[in-house]
């Protein structure tokens, strides 16, 4: 599996195991995997466009990947 298969594996268990919402941080999920912050926000974006997962507090996700402030942390909700 590649690092950005294992990221969203990671994701989609937080918000299972969290009874369905958590809040994640991109920041040591990069360090984790050694992917860029960018990328985990972008597999988060890619997440959510195929409606696996809702990321609470953004209208769109083109305008997460491009301003979001790194170290934040984001809540995300899983869906069914």
Same mark, same amino acid.
């Given at each position: 599996?590649? *690092?950005? @298969?294992?990221?969203? #594996? @990671? &994701?989609?268990?937080?918000? #299972? ?6 809040? &994640?941080? *991109?920041? #040591? ?6 992917? *860029? ?5 972008? @597999? %988060? ?7 696996? &997962? #809702? ?7 083109? @305008? ?13 909700? %899983?869906?069914?």
């Amino acid at each position: 599996m590649t *690092p950005t @298969e294992l990221l969203s #594996r @990671e &994701i989609l268990r937080l918000a #299972r195991v969290t009874q369905r919402s958590a809040f &994640i941080s *991109p920041g #040591r999920l990069s360090a984790f995997y050694h992917l *860029p912050e960018k990328c985990v926000r972008q @597999e %988060l974006a890619k997440l959510a466009r195929e409606n696996r &997962i #809702r990321l609470a507090g953004w209208r769109n996700t083109e @305008e997460f990947v491009a301003e979001a402030q790194e170290g934040t942390l984001v809540r995300v909700d %899983l869906l069914d």
